[in-house]
Each structure stands twice: as C-alpha cells, then as structure tokens.
C-alpha cells in the first residue's frame, strides 16, 4: 500500500480540500483483496468493541454476556450486510432494479430476525445471565415463542426498524467508502478527459501548423525560382528575405505564442519579397498603424490570407491591387486584407475557402475562443477578409 496517499489524506496542513486530497487517492491500486480483507475487519472489529464496550458499561452486562450478544449482533449483522452489498445490490440495485432491491431488503430483515432468534435461544438454554432484568425478560420472552410467531410477517414488519437501527453503523460505513470510491473515479476520469482534450487541442494546433509551413515553403520557392529562371537582379535580395522568413517560419513560430513585432516583422519581408517579384509598377500596399511591444500572437495567423491575396490578386497589370492594413490598438488587432479577382479563380464560397483558411479558423477557435471575429466576403472583382483578435 502506497503510504503517501494516506498521509495526502490526512494532511491537515494541506491547504486543499478534503475532498480534493480524496481524489488523488488511487483505490484501484491500493485496494488490493489483501487490503480489502484488512478493512472489514477493522470495522467489525471497531463496531463490535463499541457494542460490547456498549453492553458491558453502559447496560451493565456481565463480560461473558456482553460476548455472547456482541458475538450475536456481529453474526446478525454480517449476514444482512454480505447479502445485500455482495448478492443483491450488484445483481438488482446497480443494474436500475431499485423497486425489487428493496423488497429484496425484507428477506435482508428476515434474515437477521432468524439469526437473533437462534441466538436468544442458545442465551436462554445456556442460561446466561446478563445483569439487565429487561433484556433477561427480552430474552425469555423471545425464546419460549414459536418459530412461526418470531417469522410472522407482523413480527417481521414491527422489527423493521430495530433491524434498520442494529445494521446502520455497517451500511453506512459502507456506503461512505464506497461515495468516496465512486467520486474518486470519477473526478480521475473528468480530469483525464479534460486533460485528454487539453492533449487533442495541442496536437491539432501543432498539426495545422506542420499543414502551413510546408505550403508556405512551396510557394516561396516557386517565386524565387521564377525570379533565378530570369536571372533577376534582385533575386540574391529575395533570398536574404526568405533566409528571415524561413528562420522566424522554422525556429521562432514553434511556439504557442510569438512577439506580434516578430510576426510583423515577418509579414514585412515576405511583402517585400513579393514586391521584388512584381515589380514597382504593381499596386502592392503595406500599412501597419499601432504600437505591437509586448504583445504575443499566435504565429502566422494572418499569413495564410496574405498569401491567398497575391496568389489570386494581381490579375490585371493596371487595374490589379492588394492592400493590407494592420491596426493595433491598445491590445486588439485588426488585419484586413483585400485583392482583385478577375478570372474568378477565388474560392467561390468566402466562408470556407481553401485548407488554409479553414486551418486558421480551427486555430482561432482553438486559441481565442469567443476573443475574435473574422468576416470574408467576395464581390465580383474584390475579395476582402477582416480579422479582429483580442490579445489580451
């Protein structure tokens, strides 16, 4: 047995609850048939001394008399409690047949009704004296009656609750383990569940990360390997940009939660990085208002509409557009990000989109719950997406 769990228990300098110490106690591991066996000996042991401490100073029952009536009351009792908590109440009471299990409990009252009658007998033939002239009259009178009267189901109801009173110190002893066996499963089995939950969460957000940088990368690469096929002089440039974006991508958003200047920062390169492969002629504009230090974000929430934004804008040289704005205020964010589309190449429904735009709604539902509110809406030549998070 694992001393610790009692000593958790009994802690009273603990500042937790009773109740919360009761449930880190693990009685599937520490309730082993030994033990078991233990326990309800301690209990009829400590029940009979109390009766037969009862008996002897209380009623002033002579010692050997005092034996024989606890040694009656123990034999009396175990019946009823091993028939109804090991037989019955596993058979009928646990499986929702609570009527049945207690008209089951009368047989229970039969029982210890026979077994006390037996037992007065063999009091009143061995003719022991038990220093009370009421229970020596008790005991005659139950001895000299016939066995039909002692089981006459008017004797049995009348002594209904002299058996009830006689057998509740065991039920309630047993009832009481078992509420704090039962609340200690289940508190366990809560607490696994949440924390299973809390495992399922982290693992999502980790998967829907491994889902975007991947696609991050595969289309950064194209880029930079357009702009080497025209042996641009502004390639060695880009690839300087995407060195920072692969570190920030790689290293820095492993993390639950990121420097929002650092997210900003890398929105600003991978910007610039598509401003070199356009051109100056295209009209790409970057607007970031509001101060970001010390505030976090989760990393690359906002990539995945910036990216859409350049994969479907731009469509017409003249008339193609992207513009991003980003607002901090105090500690809310604001991005809002808007395209062109002209061969109505977007996703033809704005609430769903492509895999990474139901990635980043999963992440926002799993990291700002109830802080966030995103709107997408397409027109006919225009996509635009607003996305506010509370950061706080």
């Known amino acids: 047995m694992d001393r610790s769990f009692f000593r958790q228990l009994l802690n009273t300098k603990s500042k937790a609850p009773f ?8 009685f599937k591991k520490i309730y082993t048939p030994k033990i078991r066996l233990l326990c309800h000996l301690l209990m009829w ?3 009979s001394l109390f009766i037969l401490l009862n008996l002897v100073f209380g009623y002033k029952f002579s010692f050997k008399a005092a034996i024989v009536f606890t ?4 034999v009396a009792n175990a019946l009823v409690f091993y028939l109804f908590f090991y037989l019955f109440a596993p058979r009928f009471f646990f499986r929702g ?3 049945l299990t207690f008209c089951l409990l009368i047989i229970c009252v039969y029982v210890w009704v026979i077994a006390d009658y037996y037992f007065m ?3 009143y033939h061995l003719k022991i004296q038990t220093g009370s002239s009421y229970h020596q009259k008790a005991i005659e009178k139950v001895s000299t009656v016939g ?3 002692i089981a006459d189901p008017k004797a049995i109801i009348s002594n209904v609750i002299v058996v009830l009173y006689s057998i509740s110190p065991f039920f309630f002893t047993k009832v009481l383990f078992d509420l704090a066996r039962i609340f200690s499963s289940y508190t366990k ?3 696994q569940k949440a924390q299973l939950q809390i495992d399922n969460v982290e693992i999502e957000k980790e998967f829907l990360k491994a889902q975007l940088n991947p696609h991050f990368l595969f289309n950064t690469l194209n880029n930079l390997y357009g702009m080497v096929v025209k042996k641009s002089d502004a390639a060695p440039e880009a690839i300087m940009q995407l060195s920072q974006m692969m570190r920030y991508s790689l290293y820095e958003c492993n993390a639950e939660k990121v420097p929002l200047s650092q997210e900003i920062a890398f929105i600003k390169n991978y910007v610039a990085l598509e401003k070199l492969r356009y051109g100056s002629g295209r009209h790409i504009r970057l607007e970031i208002t509001g101060d970001p230090d010390n505030l976090y974000i989760a990393p690359l929430l906002t990539f995945t509409f910036i990216e859409n934004a350049f994969k479907y804008g731009l469509q017409d040289k003249n008339e193609g557009f992207i513009e991003i704005n980003i607002n901090i205020s105090e ?3 604001t991005f809002s990000a808007a395209n062109d589309i002209w061969d109505n190449t977007a996703p033809s429904d704005p609430r769903v989109g492509g895999i990474g735009i139901v990635n980043v709604k999963k992440r926002l539902g799993l990291l700002y719950p109830g802080k966030y509110e995103l709107i997408l809406n397409k027109l006919e030549y225009k996509f635009s997406i607003m996305m506010k998070i509370d950061l706080s």
């Open 71 to 74: 040694l009656r009351s123990l």
């Open 19 to 26: 109740w919360e110490r009761l449930m880190y106690i693990d």
């Open 147 to 149: 066995f039909r009267q």
């Open 97 to 99: 047949k609570i009527l």
């Open 331 to 333: 500690k809310t964010i």
């Open 189 to 191: 089995a809560e607490k």
């Open 121 to 123: 007998s063999a009091i």
């Open 45 to 47: 042991m400590s029940l």
